[in-house]
């Protein structure tokens, strides 16, 4: 019997003495997983009024809530008296091998990071990547989608894109065209000159500030090389690229003006 009472005793003291710190490791777990869940909603809302993609937005919001609760859950467990260090050291080995095995993942999430924070480019942009050219679809965690004018999807790697020199074609909301003409020198260039920017004035896609560039480029042994250079948005670039051939085939005809055709074909005029 005196020994049980000695047990008993042991027990009540070790209650008594651990109790305060039990039930405030409860209370600091309570409330902080409660904290979390509220600060992970309010970063998510950040997040989208931030115009950060649905994507990225929910998983920097789970990211940074289980951030949270894991170190409220370490904190919790030392108030309650457990060696949290070997934890700890559980959890940054843990964390060093998936980093190892995700390198390139990572370094891919970390640079969709930076592309959203930075913005060399949204959602609707026209960019080249890499002689790749198209307008971006969509940014994900680890990649950036890319739609070509004929239709075509490039997956690119976000790690690729930050390490490499891209050209953003709407950045300025104008993109300028680059149309080569090449006429004999019996030609009369302001005559061909005026012609090219009446059919420019036809199209309205062609904008007028910048203003249309026509000129000549240079002086072939036997043709010059008149350069067409206008302006247009993005959106616009295919269909005004093919309108102004057309039309400058149609009207270049219809005033008698010869051009250069292909090397296994003789000069003649440029019908309609």
Known sequence: MPNLEKYLQTIIDNIVAYAPKLVGAIAVLIIGFWAANKLE????????????SPEITSF???MF?????????LISASMAGFDTS???????AAGFAVGLALQG????FASGIMILVFKPYKVGDWIDFNGKFGKVEEIQIFNTLMVSPGFKTFIVPNGQITSNMITNYSKKGSIRLD???QVPYEESFPKV?????????????VLKDPQPQVGIEHFDNFFIQISIKPFVHPNDFTDVTYEIRQKIKTTLGQNG??????????LGDFGA
Do not use: C, H, W
Not at 41 to 52: D, G, H, P, Y
Not at 105 to 108: E, I, S, T, V, Y
Not at 257 to 266: A, G, H, L, T
């Open 60 to 62: 920097l919001g789970s």
């Open 65 to 73: 809530g289980v951030v949270l609760k894991i170190a409220f859950l």
């Open 41 to 52: 909603k309010a970063v998510i809302e950040r997040l989208k009024r931030s115009n950060f």
């Open 86 to 92: 070997a934890l700890v050291g559980m959890l940054a």
């Open 193 to 205: 000159k005026e012609i090219i920017a009446s059919i420019l004035d036809t199209i309205p896609q």
């Open 257 to 266: 003006v010869r051009v250069r055709y292909p090397d296994s074909v003789s």
């Open 105 to 108: 993942g990572l370094g891919n």
């Open 179 to 181: 149309i080569k003409l």
